[in-house]
């Protein structure tokens, strides 16, 4: 049996290595996608950690092609999401460590250490965020915020992004752009905001901040109303209820009527 604390520990421990400087920057395919020095030094301290906590576990993580599933156990690992803001010293950035069994998430922990935010949950436990229990807010979607993005590594997505974004706009109070899915997914499961919509993210996106989300009383769901993969790309509508999850999710099949990747 994990012990939450254990993977809160050792996200601490890797927390030093996304240093202030001193890091380089490469980009991976396109301009919008970097990798810096220290996604790598993080995602190698965790595997090897993280490895010695639970023998025999398997890892999907973002950088360097880690997919070795199939295992009882795996980590879902994005060593920095949010690895603009980190690079230009922006605090929207955080290592996100979730735990799957069979494929179920059990435990997911995102570490936000420039914003000074530890969140964490195990399945059926509730959400924490630096041990304080956090909970989603109960605004109507008329009164919701949007977090969202343009599909910033898929630009032909843009226009259909921006018109699913302009309707929910118009029917709710305001959006988002903070640049870290894990990070957002989080101040969504503690209140600060009440809707989602991305195009296409990676399991390593959301993996433990949709258990965080979900366990905080949220709801997440993929284009077609299920569980997103925790294993292929997926497009995320989330909401800190089912009612309004359902309504972004019919805005959303307004604008397409299959998922364009
Ligand atoms: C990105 C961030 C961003 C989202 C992108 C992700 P990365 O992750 O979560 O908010 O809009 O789709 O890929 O590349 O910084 O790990
Ligand atoms: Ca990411
Ligand atoms: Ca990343």
């Not at 949010?82 to 605090?91: F, V």
């Amino acid at each position: 049996m994990i012990d939450i604390e254990d993977i809160i520990s050792i996200a601490k421990e890797a927390a030093p290595l996304m240093s202030r400087e001193g890091f380089s920057v490469e980009e991976k395919g396109t301009v919008e996608n970097i990798v810096t020095t220290s996604d790598i030094a993080v995602q190698d301290f965790l595997t090897d950690r993280l490895s010695k906590l639970l023998p025999g576990s398997g890892f999907l993580c973002e950088e360097e092609d880690v997919a070795d599933l199939g295992h009882e156990y795996v980590w879902i690992i994005d060593p920095i999401d949010g690895t603009a803001n980190y690079a230009r010293g922006n605090a929207n950035c955080c290592i996100s460590i979730a735990l799957v069994k069979n494929w179920r998430p059990v435990a997911g922990v995102v570490y936000s250490p420039w914003r000074g935010e530890l969140y964490s949950a195990q399945a059926g436990q509730g959400a924490f965020c630096n041990g304080r229990p956090i909970h989603v807010s109960g605004r109507p979607f008329k009164e919701g915020i949007l977090f969202t993005a343009m599909s910033t590594y898929r630009k032909e997505f843009a226009k259909t992004c921006s018109g699913i974004i302009y309707d929910i706009y118009m029917d709710s109070n305001d959006f988002r752009r903070t640049g870290s899915a894990a990070v957002e997914l989080c101040l969504m499961a503690a209140g600060m905001a009440e809707l989602y919509f991305e195009m296409r993210l990676m399991p390593w996106d959301y993996a433990a901040a949709s258990l965080i989300l979900c366990e905080a009383g949220g709801a997440i769901c993929d284009f077609d109303g299920k569980a997103p993969s925790l294993t292929r790309p997926s497009l995320i509508i989330a909401a800190n209820n089912g009612e309004n999850c359902r309504r972004i999710l019919d805005i959303v099949h307004c604008h397409m009527d299959r998922i364009p990747y």
